[in-house]
């Protein structure tokens, strides 16, 4: 029962307090003697049932060998404590001060109680102290030729790279996270053990479609300048694989004299209807100016892009339990409200699908993920359009390279967005992919 406040001052409280232990020789009747406005003598662990104060301090003292007692123990403060110990004793019975914050148990001496508090327990006896194989403790280790002595410290579990044998070498468990080593390089024989060996690098991603893009037999036409717009959420607002691209196509044989106009319409922790819309609360469309309140189907119309690709699904996946929303939405809105609407302006356009949300191999959001990447893939079937499948790249780029199963840094910065060289070259090449299966649709 947690106790109401009324109103009384803590002043007039202590000072109440302060007079009934001077004035009694029983220290734990007077503590139960003031109850304020509790309307049981005692609660919790133990005597909620006491008739009185006497009553109370008699089954106090039998409960758990508990000699102090307090209203309530804090649940929250210590989930699962039933034991009274003073550590516990958040609300005590002078000492409360309002029922929503528990006073610190190194303010507990002030106010004239500083006898309540009991001091620390004392150490336990050294193990030496024992003197028989019977009286040495648990805590101790006992042997004929040293007596009852201190144990020594467990040996740490054995890692991937602690095999005795070449062929063994990099099975087991968890090297330098816990986790099982998802790659076979993990660990190497050096002639004579087996040892871990951190990685110094990652691969960088193909980047063959990249190259076709900008090389000398690239498709983009030399008539006519070629605008292509990228929209997507905070991967593609950081212009960082659009960026990639746009270099190549500067320094590219076959690019370097065109003129391909790159757009990044990036809606910061946008899902799939705020890119509809144009905007979430973090973003909006035109990402690099003011805000201009415009909506796709707006962009697409004002910007009149050769070529559209859409990215689009990590947020969706975040923020499906707050808002609703599921992958029969997600489907419908990409359809109807994104794909069909640059087809129709006369633009020629492709898919990307979800990534990662994390890079752990063994990550528990891949079954959420795939459903994601397949409800996108069945979209872009339905109305034939190229459909890149970023989420099996990106899987077999981890399960290949993910030794160590960490959380980012290989594709990703932190399980997300594409801050590394590799992480960049993965898009911008899917990305070049798409480009190219969208000129030859």
Same mark, same amino acid.
């Given at each position: 029962?947690?106790?109401?406040?009324?109103?009384?001052?803590?002043?007039?409280?202590?000072?109440?307090?302060?007079?009934?232990?001077?004035?009694?020789?029983?220290?734990?009747?007077?503590?139960?003697?003031?109850?304020?406005?509790?309307?049981?003598?005692?609660?919790?662990?133990?005597?909620?049932?006491?008739?009185?104060?006497?009553?109370?301090?008699?089954?106090?003292?039998?409960?758990?060998?508990?000699?102090?007692?307090?209203?309530?123990?804090?649940?929250?403060?210590?989930?699962?404590?039933?034991?009274?110990?003073?550590?516990?004793?958040?609300?005590?019975?002078?000492?409360?001060?309002?029922?929503?914050?528990?006073?610190?148990?190194?303010?507990?001496?002030?106010?004239?109680?500083?006898?309540?508090?009991?001091?620390?327990?004392?150490?336990?006896?050294?193990?030496?102290?024992?003197?028989?194989?019977?009286?040495?403790?648990?805590?101790?280790?006992?042997?004929?030729?040293?007596?009852?002595?201190?144990?020594?410290?467990?040996?740490?579990?054995?890692?991937?790279?602690?095999?005795?044998?070449?062929?063994?070498?990099?099975?087991?468990?968890?090297?330098?996270?816990?986790?099982?080593?998802?790659?076979?390089?993990?660990?190497?024989?050096?002639?004579?053990?087996?040892?871990?060996?951190?990685?110094?690098?990652?691969?960088?991603?193909?980047?063959?479609?990249?190259?076709?893009?900008?090389?000398?037999?690239?498709?983009?036409?030399?008539?006519?300048?070629?605008?292509?717009?990228?929209?997507?959420?905070?991967?593609?607002?950081?212009?960082?694989?659009?960026?990639?691209?746009?270099?190549?196509?500067?320094?590219?044989?076959?690019?370097?004299?065109?003129?391909?106009?790159?757009?990044?319409?990036?809606?910061?922790?946008?899902?799939?209807?705020?890119?509809?819309?144009?905007?979430?609360?973090?973003?909006?469309?035109?990402?690099?100016?003011?805000?201009?309140?415009?909506?796709?189907?707006?962009?697409?119309?004002?910007?009149?892009?050769?070529?559209?690709?859409?990215?689009?699904?990590?947020?969706?996946?975040?923020?499906?339990?707050?808002?609703?929303?599921?992958?029969?939405?997600?489907?419908?809105?990409?359809?109807?409200?994104?794909?069909?609407?640059?087809?129709?302006?006369? %633009?020629?356009?492709?898919?990307?699908?979800?990534?990662?949300?994390?890079?752990?191999?063994?990550?528990?959001?891949?079954?959420?993920?795939?459903?994601?990447?397949? %409800?996108?893939?069945?979209?872009?079937?339905?109305?034939?359009?190229?459909?890149?499948?970023?989420?099996?790249?990106?899987?077999?780029?981890?399960?290949?390279?993910?030794?160590?199963?960490?959380?980012?840094?290989?594709?990703?910065?932190?399980?997300?967005?594409?801050?590394?060289?590799?992480?960049?070259?993965?898009?911008?090449?899917?990305?070049?992919?798409?480009?190219?299966? %969208?000129?030859?649709?």
């Amino acid at each position: 029962q947690v106790l109401k406040s009324t109103g009384i001052s803590i002043m007039w409280l202590l000072a109440s307090a302060v007079a009934v232990l001077s004035g009694s020789t029983n220290e734990c009747f007077s503590k139960v003697g003031i109850q304020l406005n509790n309307t049981d003598y005692a609660d919790s662990d133990g005597p909620r049932t006491a008739a009185n104060a006497s009553d109370c301090c008699n089954l106090c003292i039998s409960a758990r060998n508990c000699q102090y007692w307090s209203f309530q123990i804090d649940s929250e403060h210590y989930p699962g404590i039933t034991d009274c110990k003073w550590a516990h004793l958040t609300y005590c019975c002078y000492f409360h001060t309002t029922n929503e914050s528990a006073v610190p148990r190194n303010e507990w001496t002030s106010g004239g109680f500083t006898g309540i508090k009991p001091g620390p327990p004392p150490p336990p006896p050294p193990c030496d102290t024992f003197k028989s194989k019977s009286t040495c403790p648990e805590r101790c280790a006992w042997s004929d030729d040293k007596g009852c002595t201190v144990p020594p410290p467990p040996p740490p579990p054995p890692g991937p790279c602690a095999a005795a044998t070449e062929a063994q070498c990099g099975v087991g468990i968890g090297p330098y996270t816990g986790q099982r080593v998802f790659c076979a390089d993990a660990c190497q024989w050096n002639g004579t053990s087996c040892v871990g060996r951190m990685p110094t690098g990652y691969p960088i991603p193909d980047n063959s479609s990249l190259v076709a893009l900008v090389g000398s037999g690239t498709p983009l036409p030399k008539s006519k300048n070629t605008t292509i717009s990228f929209y997507g959420d905070s991967i593609t607002w950081l212009n960082l694989y659009e960026g990639v691209i746009a270099a190549a196509l500067k320094e590219g044989a076959g690019t370097q004299d065109l003129n391909v106009n790159l757009i990044d319409q990036g809606v910061n922790g946008g899902t799939v209807t705020d890119l509809v819309r144009g905007w979430s609360p973090w973003g909006h469309l035109d990402p690099h100016v003011p805000q201009t309140n415009i909506t796709f189907a707006q962009t697409i119309s004002r910007d009149k892009p050769d070529i559209v690709a859409i990215q689009i699904g990590v947020n969706d996946v975040w923020q499906q339990p707050s808002r609703g929303e599921n992958t029969s939405v997600y489907s419908q809105v990409l359809r109807d409200d994104l794909v069909k609407v640059a087809l129709a302006a006369g %633009a020629k356009v492709y898919l990307a699908t979800i990534s990662v949300i994390g890079e752990e191999v063994n990550a528990t959001n891949h079954a959420q993920l795939l459903e994601y990447a397949n %409800a996108m893939k069945s979209v872009a079937q339905e109305v034939g359009v190229p459909c890149i499948d970023l989420l099996t790249r990106y899987l077999a780029y981890e399960s290949a390279n993910n030794c160590l199963n960490v959380h980012g840094g290989l594709l990703t910065g932190s399980g997300v967005h594409p801050y590394t060289t590799q992480g960049k070259m993965m898009l911008a090449n899917a990305h070049s992919e798409g480009i190219l299966a %969208a000129l030859k649709a």
